[in-house]
């Protein structure tokens, strides 16, 4: 039965759950929404296995069954890469009836060496090599070493999920690695035609920072509490929509269409972090106000419940492009530069999925030693 998440996939975007489980995997609700919410891939990251790893005992069998001797993060890349796998399975008829565009399930890799592109490199073959899937989709971080791993490993034929974006500059640095990727691929006369590849473009966060500061103003300045007002809620649109407009003009170049002549496919941009943070705001106005073809919109669970229940579809990525720009002069004209918020952003972020990882290896370890000690 066909939903609103149905004219989401119609209007060119592809909506990806923001989630994994074991339970999910095996008691038919995945299958579910495949089939009933057209949802085409799955992302996850040490956050959500966090999350998924504290609850209940779905895990506890697997862990008690590692080598003695295994390290807590050898025993997350256990069950990470098993759910990873099973599913990639539950997606692997969306895969091939897609002609591999979509059907894929992230995993990430170590927060830890996101400014060592060598160890990213290594770790992301690792992992592929593991999980034994082709529409498994590594993930790796939007900083200046993931990129320069992006280019090596798309040429080397793995799929790519770049997350950690907000700039303009950073996803700007990704496309260009990833075109030199695939050129690179190319040159050595290897088929291109299969790999896959998203920009997670995060989208709220930026909105929560920026709107702090603008009330922070708004206190210090109430004569222009109003023009202040006014601009709250507006930058993280107006950035997606123009790293939309990158996308285009990137990928429609002479080099590009050498490249895709010999089958590759574009980087699609993947809307991250589209759950709304403020409560004032629509509950669903980060999946509503980035419609249109050629991109992934990754939501939670409740955000796809909600726009399942009275999200609206248009094609309103590209809407007012112009209004875009002046959104963000305005903001700098205030003096808030979108430059140095990207930046702390990227560094925020990358902070608390170090964090989630380390508390995630400390979570998986007690409960091994207390497994251990119950058997």
């Not at 919410?37 to 069998?61: C, Q, R, V």
């Not at 996308?247 to 429609?252: K, N, P, V, Y």
Request: charged residues 25%.
């Amino acid at each position: 039965m066909r939903n609103r998440l149905h004219e989401l996939h119609a209007a060119g975007q592809s909506v990806w759950l923001d989630y994994i489980d074991r339970t999910m995997l095996h008691d038919g609700s995945l299958a579910r929404r495949i089939r009933d919410d057209a949802l085409m891939g799955m992302t996850s990251n040490p956050t959500i296995f966090e999350k998924a790893l504290a609850e209940g005992t779905t895990y506890d069998e697997q862990l008690s069954a590692a080598a003695a001797d295994a390290s807590p993060a050898q025993r997350f890349e256990l069950v990470a890469s098993t759910d990873v796998r099973d599913a990639c399975d539950a997606f692997r008829g969306v895969y091939d009836a897609t002609d591999a565009l979509d059907g894929y399930v992230s995993l990430e890799v170590s927060p830890t060496l996101a400014n060592d592109a060598s160890g990213t490199v290594e770790e992301a073959h690792r992992l592929w090599r593991l999980v034994d899937r082709p529409n498994c989709m590594i993930k790796v971080p939007g900083t200046v070493a993931g990129a320069e791993a992006t280019r090596q490993l798309i040429a080397d034929g793995l799929n790519i999920n770049v997350t950690l974006l907000f700039s303009l500059e950073a996803h700007r640095r990704v496309i260009d690695a990833y075109i030199a990727g695939i050129a690179a691929r190319a040159a050595r006369g290897l088929d291109v035609s299969r790999i896959a590849s998203v920009a997670s473009f995060f989208i709220s966060r930026v909105d929560s920072e920026i709107d702090k500061r603008l009330d922070a103003l708004a206190a210090q300045h109430p004569a222009r509490a109003t023009a202040l007002e006014a601009l709250k809620g507006e930058a993280a649109i107006a950035n997606a929509r123009l790293a939309y407009r990158l996308t285009q003009a990137s990928f429609s170049g002479e080099t590009w269409r050498a490249l895709a002549a010999k089958g590759a496919r574009i980087q699609r941009p993947l809307w991250a972090s589209t759950s709304t943070k403020n409560p004032a705001y629509r509950d669903v106005r980060y999946v509503e106000e980035l419609i249109g073809p050629g991109t992934v919109n990754t939501l939670p669970p409740a955000t796809l419940e909600a726009f399942r229940t009275h999200g609206e579809t248009r094609r309103s990525v590209d809407e007012g492009v112009d209004r875009a720009e002046r959104t963000l002069a305005a903001l700098e004209g205030e003096g808030i530069s979108l430059r140095e918020v990207t930046d702390l952003l990227l560094v925020q972020g990358l902070a608390a999925f170090d964090a989630s990882y380390s508390s995630l290896l400390a979570g998986i370890d007690r409960k091994s030693r207390a497994l251990a000690t119950s058997a």
